[in-house]
Structures are given as C-alpha cells and as structure tokens.
C-alpha cells in the first residue's frame, strides 16, 4: 500500500444500513397495492399448486348471514380462521379455504317486508323471495370486498351460498336422509313462538332477558274424594295450591303436577285446606299470608284479595307422599274442565325453576333450588310447556293450545277471546281475585325468552310442525316404548338413564361429543352436553318464505302428508336446475313424479307445504353439502370454529346432519372464540358510541393492526377493543417493524449462497442467536400447532424487542457498521440476520400477512435457490438443531445476567456524569469463581458484549459469592475514535488514519485492499 493513495473519506466507510423496507408502514396505503399484487399473480392458486399432493387440512368455514356489512366480531372470526388456514398451509398441509354464505331466512325477509311495505300483501311468494335473492346476494358482494380487505385468501370467487341452485337442492336431499331414517314426523308439540314475527323459532334462537311476568298463587278445588289422600280430610274443602308466572296459560291448564317421592301437607286455613309441598309450606304460608295477619289489616286484604278468612293458626291436617295424589282429579278454577293430578320427576322445589321449566328445561336446571317461590304443585298446560308436553303425552291429555298465531286467544276461550296473551295477563288475575280463586300474586322479575330478531317476548306454543325426533331410533318401531306408551312425540328428559337410545339422533350426538371431538376450550364439551341432553325436538318448520321449502305434500282425497324420501329427491333435481323457486312457480303436479298418487286412497290429487326449513338446517347442511362436493376438500372437516352462541346453532345442526348421513360428527375439533367488547367490557353498540368498526380502522391504521389485534390477547376469552387499544397494538407492530428493518438494512449487498458463514466458523454471539432463533422456532410451531395464537405473539413480540433489539442487535451494530464489509467476522454476523429475517417472516406471516411478504420481498434474494413469489406459499422455519445448542443458550444466559449488572452500574455513572455514552466507559469487574469462570471465557468479548471500550477483569475474588460480581465503572483509557467512537491508547499510532482506532486502522487496510463498495 502506497502512502500517497489517497485516503478514505472515514463516513464513506461504515456501513450505514440501507433497504427498501421503509421505516414507516404506510398500511392503508400499501395493503391494498399488495392485495392487487396477490390478485395478479394467483396467489391462492399458487399456494394450492404448491401444496399439491400433501396432506389435508380441512377448516370448515361457518357461514356469516348475509344481511348486513361486518363489524368488529365477524372480523375476528374470519381473520382467526384465515390464522388456522395459513399457519396450518405453512405447517405443510393442504388448507384450502372455502368462505360461505347464509342466506336464507328471517331477518332478509323482514328486511325486505319493510322495504316494500304495504305492497307486500299482494307480492306474490316469487316476488319476494326474488327481492331477498337480490338483498342477500349485495350482502354477499359488499361482505366479501371486506373479508379480502383483510387479506384473508379463499375461494371468494367461488364461496358456497345457502341459496345457491345446488346447496338448495343439497338441503333438500339431505332433508330426505332424516326422513329415510324415521327422524322426521309432525306433531303438535309446543316450540318457541314469536307472537309479533309469527313464526317458530328454534333454540338458537331465543334469548334470555329480565321481564316481570305476573306471579300468581291459584287454588284448584280437590274434585276426587280426599279421603282417598288421608281419612282426616274426609269431608273437608280441600284445595290443591298452584303458582304459575305465566296466568295467561292458565286457560289452558289440563292438569297439575307434583313430585312422587317428596312430601306434602295438607294445611287446614279457616274452613278449607290447602295441599302444598311440606318444604315450601313456611314460605306459601308467609307469601298468602295464610294464619300470619292479624285481623282487620286492610292491607292484607287488597294484597291477598277477599278469597279466605283470616286464621290465627294454621294446622297441618296430613303429611303424605306426592304420589298419593297421582290420577287424582282436581277442577279447573273457572272452567268446566277436570285438572289431573300427575307424577313426575321433573318438579323440583325451586320456585324459579318451575317458572322458566315451561319454557326453557336446560337454564331451569342449572338454577334450580335457586329460590323458594311457588307450591310444589306445578300447572300443567301441555300446549304451552316442554316438561308439561311430555307429561301431559304420558297421562294422555291433549295437547290443547287456544292461542293463535298472532297470540291471541281463540273465540273458545270465554272471557278473554281475541286478546293478546300479554293483555290478557293483568286481565286473567283481575278475574281470578274476583272469583275468589287468587290467594296472592305480585310482580316477579325473572328471566324470560325473548325472539332475537325483534327483542320481544315470546312465548311457547303448540302447532302442528314438522320435527325432527332427537329421542327416535331408525332401528326399531318408534311408536311405542316398552310399557307401550305412545312415544312417538316423546323426548327423555333424562340422559344417562335407560331412556337414551343410542340409535337415535340425541344418543349418537352424545357419544360423538364426549368420545370423538375435540373442544377447544375444554369446557366446550360441557356446554355442548348440556345443550344437548337438554333440548327437545328439532323444530323445522318455519311460516316464512324465504328458504327452502319442507318438500311435503298433502293429499287432497284424504289429507295425509306425504314426506317420501324418493319424492323429495325427485324434487331436489327440480330444484338443481331451477332454484327451490320451482316450488312457488310449479303446481304439486309438476313437482311430484309422473303418475305419482296417494299410498292411502290412491287419489292423485295433492297441495303443496307451505313451511320453510329452519334456517339452521340449510346451515347444518354445508359440512355435507359443501364439503363432500367440492373436489379439493373432503368430509369430515379438521376443525369448526364459531362463537359461544353456535353450540345452540351451527354446531349443533350441523352434527345432527352430520350424524343422520354418516352417523359421525361432521368435524374432529371444535373451537369457540369470544366476544368482541369495549375496553370497559361492555358490548358494542352503534347507538352507545364505543363500536369499533373495521371500515373505520382499515383506513387510519391498516388491516394488520386489526389482525394483529385478534392476537393481541386469547381469543378464546373476550376481546377488549378501543381507539387506545388499538394505539398499543400499532405501538407493537412497530416494534416487530423496526426489529425486521435493522435486520434488512444489515443485509444489503449480502448474498446468502455467496456470503454466508458456515456454522462453525461463525462468532460464538451469533450462533448463539441462531440457537436463539432455534427454540423460538419450536415454540412457534407448537403455539400454531395449538392454535395459540396469542401465545405466538408473545413470543415473537418478546423474541424481537428482548433477545434481539435490546441484546443482540445491540451488541453486532458496531461489528456491522464498522468492519470491512466482506470482513467474515461481519459475514457471520449478517449469515445469523439473515436466517432471523427468513424466520421472522415466516413465523409472522399468518398473522401479519402484509408486513411479512413486505420482509420477504426485502430480503436478499438467494443467487441459486428459486425464491417462492410470496412468503405465504412457503413453510414455516424448521429447526436446525445447532452444535451444543443447551450449551451456549445456557453460557449466554449467564452472560447476559452479568451483562444487566453492567448495564445498571453504566446507567448510574451516566447519571453521576462519570460518563456520557457507554463507550466512554472502563468497566473493571471482580467476580466469583463461577462468574469469573464465565466471564474469562469471553474476555476478548467483554467490552463488545457491553458495548463499553474497555473491561478488565480481574483475578476471581474468594470474597465474593461464586456468582457475584463487583463492577466499577471509570472513563475509559485513550482518546475516542473518529470512525467508530470507541476509546483507545492507540488512536493517533498510524500516520495513514492518524484519528481512528487500532480497528479501524485494520478495517480501512481491508476496504484498500478488497474495495469499498459492500457488494
Ligand atoms: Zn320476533
Ligand atoms: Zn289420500
Ligand atoms: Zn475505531
């Protein structure tokens, strides 16, 4: 080297980091710019073509209903799905993504009724279903343009639609199958009624909120002799006592029933005697105020009405087991009508209970002995009760329902005929206290079954419907059990029992959730139990229009139903060619087969259904209709996932069609997700102020906020969202930005085929971050692996600011900046980025779909290898097992623990003002033997390692303990140097560089040499 070349510019000589990664994300601005770019190039077909040939992944997508844009919740589902799909593509599976669309039902029928208001009423079925067609099918359109906004990558040019021509026909061919099995009847069986929407709901679709319904005490007068229950009534005026919260079944009251095996008194009050359960006896005689007024009270009188007279003393007369009174025969206390006594398990002593049991068995269970309200004696009115109904099958009453559809009270029933059954409440107890049959009533609030659609009351109701049995077996005659009772509209209250058939539909579901899915969270499985063993038939009528028609006809010879397998599958072809349209637009004629006539009187004369299908069937349907009919996927599918409110709906319909075609769950996993909240944890709603919309967000801080929101905490619990939160999202997102672009900038001019570093050759540091990288990988994969994703975030995110930012990077910037560019010892510095960046990119790509192909297509490009045009067709990083991984993690566990003694002691000469900048800093450390030994191992790296210019270390201490250290922190020795600020005694030793460091002098002989330029 000639001293008269020319020196260097020093600045021109470090290695200042240098990408196209910009620093500031710009999201709003950029996703959509890749959206097209994924657009363009097929990005879905060419991760389907890479997968081609491995194995399956199936997640099975539930379909949002499309009636309205998406909020917060129908984000997070769907992005949490896309995380399931890509992680598991990027595990090595073949996911492919089938995003659906409900479409029938309710709420786009109501919609569309109030858009053509009163035109409606001369619309013909056809028009209308073609104007819910048309508001479903914008639905659809507007709701898709958002998923892929979100950068979830699907089929979305060919997502299945409940209202397509073939699903209809599917849903009506899979109707056949439960039909073919014996599953299907109809029956007058009380449901759940809307009295404002007028139709049957189905559990999932009825909500629980406070409502005060009238609580009232009635007495029954006794009919049968009452001698026959204890010879000291003989004689008396025996009264049995009832409580009901719904007065206004009270018309339709058939029966009364009490429990066999509990006790029962007999309470003598004046000069009648009234029959209550011995527990409840305290509390009825409290609440009537039966033997505890004193005489005269004007109060007690206008409370309790002018029924009885006042007592000082009440007696108890007889004490006797319920099932003394069984078969007895009381009278209706204003009709002329018997009310039978029955027996029956399902009376329980909890007041609260007995008033939500007509209306909802599985809540009442769990509450049940929750309070003391009512007798014991339970008003029976099976066209308005499930525990009633069944009872009411089994002594044989009728199921007897005088309140139409629209609630209101047939002209049979005197006194109270044409009004609502919510006016006629306050009406029937007024008339009860007039009749002296009232012996106390007053508000009671408790919790009551509202319709979701229209928030109003609703109430339960027998109507001839179509069922689908959950209690009836294809293998056996399902008319009779074995005392050869009528069971062909029974349901077992009890599961576990003998009752359980496992051939039928309740039996196979049961088994299938406790032996064969999985539930995600666990207590998945409870819930799923519950609701099952708890629910009655499957109610599939619908009085709409909107929806696939029950394919049933009605002979007009003779008026039997006919539901025929064959001749709904002939009507299914129809309906793959013409839409379930060709049952509004052909006669019955044109829908049966040719020559089609009556099994019964040979006529061949028939009518048409005029019920939909529940919803939730055609919903049920996609696992079959779906999966088993599109080539790429198959039936069944790996994982469903929904929110809590599906057990009721899509996760129970769906295995309930799952089980009658292939007697199997439709999915092998089953995942819940939870709400979306405020950051007070209280529901969204527009009119409160606190929603947070995705078209509001997408705009100001991008999808991948949003995304990396969904993974910000665990999804399995509700999720908080609000401006603030979503402020510390993106404060994260920047973080793991930053960490890729110091990795990126580090890279430029590095090829990995030309320039990286073989294992063994590179610095100790950095194989120590590869074994780093190394355990995160693992971590990772198995976080995926069980979908936490939230987990995955927190060890990314810990991974990127912790063990990178703050140590790692921290401690090679120097050896980046200022060794000579090719130099090997920066070579293995940028040989450990690269692999980190790769990795990172991977790790990070379900979750941050943009950012992580924005790494990716930064990185530098391999000379050799072909390099995937997308990150999201790749796999995941796999581990690569470093030599003496355990070793150096544990080595450099020990020396980052001394390392923040250090950095603790500089932080307090910094503020003593001993020092400004850390290389400023001598660091002379004492330690004990262990530490010592530790640290003379690395001695060369000490100063590196603390970023200081100077440590010396000093001989082991036997004062101290083994891992302890005394540090010491003074200015460091030397003058500073121009290039790279360390200090050194040598700056000023070399005529060439008289400003720089021994290091430097050697880096820039090196630049001389082998060239300036990095590349
Ligand atoms: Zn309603
Ligand atoms: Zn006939
Ligand atoms: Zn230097």
Known sequence: MSTEAPTLDLKKTINLPKTKFAQKANLPQTEPVRLQKWAQMDLYDLIRQARAGADKFILHDGPPYANADIHLGTALNKIIKDLIVKSRTMLGFDAPYVPGYDCHGLPIELHVERKLGEKKANMPPLSIRRACREFAANALKRQTKDFQRLGILGEWDNPYSTMSDHYEAETARLFARFVERGFVYKGARPVYWCIHDQTALAEAEVEYHQHASPSV??????????????PTLAGRKVFALIWTTTPWTLPANLGIAVHPDFDYVALESGDEVYIVAAELMDSVVAKCGIGTVTAGSNNSADEVGNSFTLTEKVRVLARFPGSKLDRLEARHPWIDRPSLFMVGEHVTMGGEADAETELDVSEAREKSGTSKAGTGLVHTAPGHGHDDFVIGKKYGLEIYCPVDNAGRFTPEVDHFAGLSVF?????????????????FSENYDHRYPHCWRCKNPVIFRATPQWFIAMDRSDDEPAEKD??????????????????????????????????????????????????????PDWCVSRQRIWGVPIPAFYCTGCNDAVIDAAVIRHVADIFEKESADAWYKREAGELLPAGFKCANCGAAEFTKETDILDVWFDSGSSSVAVLENRENLRWPADVYIEGGDQFRGWFNSSLMVGLAVH???????????????????????????????????IPKLGAE???????????????????????????GYRKVRNTARFALGNLDGFDPVRDAVADDEMLEIDRWALAELDSIVTEVRAEYE???????????????????SARYFDIIKDRLYTFAPKNKARRSAQTALYKIADALARMMAPILVFTADEIWESLPVDSEAPVAPSVHVGLFPSTEGTDNQAELLTTWAHLFGYRDQVLAKLEEARIAKVIGSSLEARVEISAGSHAFEKLAHHRDDLRYIFIVSEVSLAAPDAELGADELAVTISRAHGEKCERCWNYSTQVGESSRYPTVCERCVDALQEIEVLGGSPI
């Not at 005490?217 to 204890?230: N, T």
């Not at 509700?718 to 401006?723: A, E, G, I, L």
């Not at 939230?790 to 912790?802: A, E, K, R």
């Open 217 to 230: 005490y009635v007495k029954f007068p006794l009919h049968s002799d009452p001698a026959l229950i204890d």
């Open 423 to 439: 006016e006629a409440n306050p009406k029937i107890v007024e008339f009860m206290r007039e009749r002296g049959v009232l012996l």
């Open 482 to 535: 074995e005392d050869d009772r009528d069971r062909s509209n029974f349901t077992s209250n009890f599961v576990g029992s003998e009752l359980l058939d496992p051939g039928s539909l309740r039996g196979m579901a049961l088994r299938e959730v406790d032996e064969r899915v999985k539930w995600i969270p666990a207590w998945g499985r409870d819930r799923m139990r519950n609701m099952l063993s708890g629910r």
């Open 663 to 697: 007697d199997r769950a439709p999915y092998d996993a089953v995942l819940c997700h939870g709400w979306t909240l405020d950051a007070q944890g209280k529901a969204m709603h527009k009119s409160l102020g606190n929603a947070v919309s995705p078209d509001e967000v």
């Open 705 to 731: 906020v949003l995304r990396l929101w969904c993974v910000s905490s665990d999804y399995m619990e509700d999720m908080r969202c609000s401006d603030e939160i979503l402020q510390r999202v993106s404060d």
């Open 786 to 804: 069980a979908y936490d994703f939230h987990g995955v975030y927190q060890t990314l995110h810990q991974f990127c600011t912790v063990t990178l």
